[in-house]
């Protein structure tokens, strides 16, 4: 749903002025960089922006809350265009909040309402432009990036797909890691440059820093590299389409994105970061779906009922299979017929090497890798167990639990080593997953808390725990967000150490407010598996006290890179943040 057209106002109105003031800080930026083009476009959820004031309207007359604001404006001589694109659950929704807007009077002004064209989907997009250039039709364009697509179609199956999931495999190891040190040193030099904007009472220490480790914050220490460099990967999700050789009921990883307009599977029975026992599920599940009467899941139609199938496996020779499958309008008597069919498969074909398997139905449109989807259990043990630094822990289907163990014991052992822990030290274990790097540390302090949102992982850290026989250890089920400020603020210790590995985007905000006002939390060791997505974290936890963040601020005094990733550019990174002593002389 498109709002053309709200009103008007000359460039250097009054209004004009009072929309450049209210909207944020990298609104601001934005519009600075494109004001000479005689137009800016922001993204803004900020609360003091001015149109906020018809969605206020809008609750009040229960219309539906809006999911999506995306607003352009248009400098020209007399007026602003503002064009609202708002998105809605369903048809309904959306007549119901045209209704309620079309002819309001807000601000003096008439709002007009009109439907928003779909964006089309980029498969059939991919497909007509592909017609059209085939049919020799004047005028007509191929799709964005279709002529390296055509020359990769020349490459043999094996070597595209290597390209797409490993991307560096045809690179020499020792130049992987010297572009992935790279790539942290610039993350490292980003930081510097935002610890200067946020924080001017840190310049002096950090223009000293900068002196000493080649103009960046903190030394970084040599990338550590991966004990092994190929099948290393104990966790693999497997989707399940249309091979690319037009095998239907292909599993394996897909060639393109389907925003690139590929849906297209290509097996990884030849690529090098996928275990033996993996592919050799892969195989087996892939003979056992071709025998059955139910077809492959289309992201296009979304019609079909096999989706996805994830492997996890261990050093121990264990292995879960978990199958996501699409009932579509199955009765149950037909669901429970197929598992069984699948527990008979399995269980007799024992070279598969499945000692565990679950079932997992994964509704219409619903996206591949959900944790919150229940798993039914087919047959076998209900979790594999794994070897860590010589400790036992057993893993759930949805548990977290880093996918190269032998790498993993190397940055839990860093992490260990620069956490700086004695008998007296409590660790708060942030995001812990399984309780891997709590543990890990427990027979060498006092406590370990950990906070982990999954319930299934909550549950298996209790019992890897109890396995290993430590009694000093708690597990919290919950938000980071919501869990730990109330636990940081009961932790009654002399020395407080947090150790966070958060998914991919980092730490809620509130996390790192509460970390920063709990002056008896020292130190915090940051596991980042993308360093470039937690630099909000890293500046949050550097910037000037204020009226939002309260609470001596912390600095970065030593990084390093773990390559858990062989043959990609995804490494860990591991920073080391002290608070700042404001009451020593050495300090700031």
Request: proline share 5%; hydrophobic share 35%.
């Amino acid at each position: 749903m498109e709002i053309p057209q709200t009103g008007s106002a000359t460039h250097n109105s009054k209004r004009s002025r009072l929309i450049r003031n209210k909207v944020d800080t990298s609104a601001k930026i934005e519009m600075k960089q494109n004001v000479l083009n005689g137009a800016y476009a922001l993204k803004s959820r900020s609360r003091n922006y001015p149109f906020n004031g018809i969605y206020r309207k809008l609750n009040r007359e229960n219309t539906p809350q809006m999911c999506s604001i995306c607003c352009h404006f248009s400098y020209y001589d007399s007026r602003i265009v503002l064009n609202n694109v708002v998105t809605f659950k369903n048809q309904e929704e959306r007549d119901k909040a045209m209704k309620a807007v079309h002819g309001m009077q807000w601000k003096s002004k008439v709002l007009s309402v009109r439907l928003a064209k779909p964006k089309a989907d980029p498969i059939l997009k991919k497909r007509k432009l592909d017609e059209e250039a085939e049919g020799g039709q004047p005028g007509t364009k191929r799709a964005a990036g279709s002529q390296e697509v055509e020359e990769n179609e020349e490459e043999p199956l094996n070597i595209q797909i290597a390209n797409v999931v490993t991307p560096l495999w045809n690179i020499p190891y020792e130049e992987q890691l010297r572009r992935k040190e790279k790539e942290v040193e610039g993350v490292l030099q980003k930081l510097t440059r935002e610890i200067g904007n946020n924080n001017k009472a840190m310049l002096p220490w950090l223009f000293v820093q900068k002196e000493k480790y080649n103009k960046i914050c903190c030394p970084l220490e040599a990338l550590r590299p991966s004990p092994v460099q190929t099948e290393y990967r104990n966790k693999c999700e497997f989707v399940i389409g249309v091979g690319a050789d037009g095998e239907d009921k292909t599993v394996g990883f897909r060639l393109g994105k389907y925003k690139g307009g590929s849906c297209a599977v290509v097996s990884p029975s030849e690529t090098t970061h996928v275990s033996s026992e993996a592919k050799r599920v892969v195989q087996g599940f892939q003979q056992f779906i071709r025998t059955t009467p139910y077809a492959v899941y289309s992201p296009e139609t979304y019609e079909g009922h096999w989706r996805q199938l994830t492997v996890r496996t261990s050093r121990i020779k264990q292995t879960m299979a978990i199958v996501f499958f699409n009932p579509q309008k199955l009765q149950e008597e037909e669901i429970e017929e197929l598992k069984q069919s699948l527990h008979q498969y399995f269980t007799e074909g024992k070279e598969s090497g499945i000692t565990s398997l679950y079932f997992v139905r994964m509704g219409q449109r619903t996206s591949a890798g959900t944790e919150d989807l229940p798993c039914e259990h087919v047959t076998g043990e209900e979790w594999i167990h794994e070897e860590l630094l010589g400790l036992k822990f057993r893993i759930s289907p949805h548990s977290f639990f880093q996918t190269n163990t032998p790498a993993a014991e190397v940055l839990y052992s860093a992490v260990g080593e620069w956490a700086q822990l004695d008998q007296d030290s409590t660790v708060l274990d942030v995001c812990c997953g399984t309780g891997t790097i709590g543990i890990s540390l427990a027979k060498r302090v006092k406590k370990v808390i950990g906070i982990e949102l999954c319930q299934e992982a909550v549950e298996d850290a209790k019992a890897n725990a109890e396995a290993n026989g430590l009694t000093n250890v708690e597990f919290h089920c919950g938000k980071a967000e919501d869990v730990f400020p109330t636990i940081l603020n009961a932790v009654v210790s002399p020395s407080v150490t947090a150790i966070v590995d958060p998914p991919r985007a980092g730490l809620h905000s509130k996390v790192i407010l509460a970390i920063r006002r709990a002056e008896h939390l020292k130190r915090l060791v940051y596991v980042a598996c993308n360093a470039k997505a937690a630099m909000n974290n890293f500046i949050d936890l550097c910037r000037a006290p204020s009226n939002r963040v309260r609470g001596a601020p912390f600095r970065p005094v030593r990084a390093m890179a773990v390559d858990l990733f062989p043959q990609t550019m995804h490494c860990e990174t591991i920073l080391l943040f002290e608070r700042v002593d404001y009451s020593s002389n050495t300090d700031i």
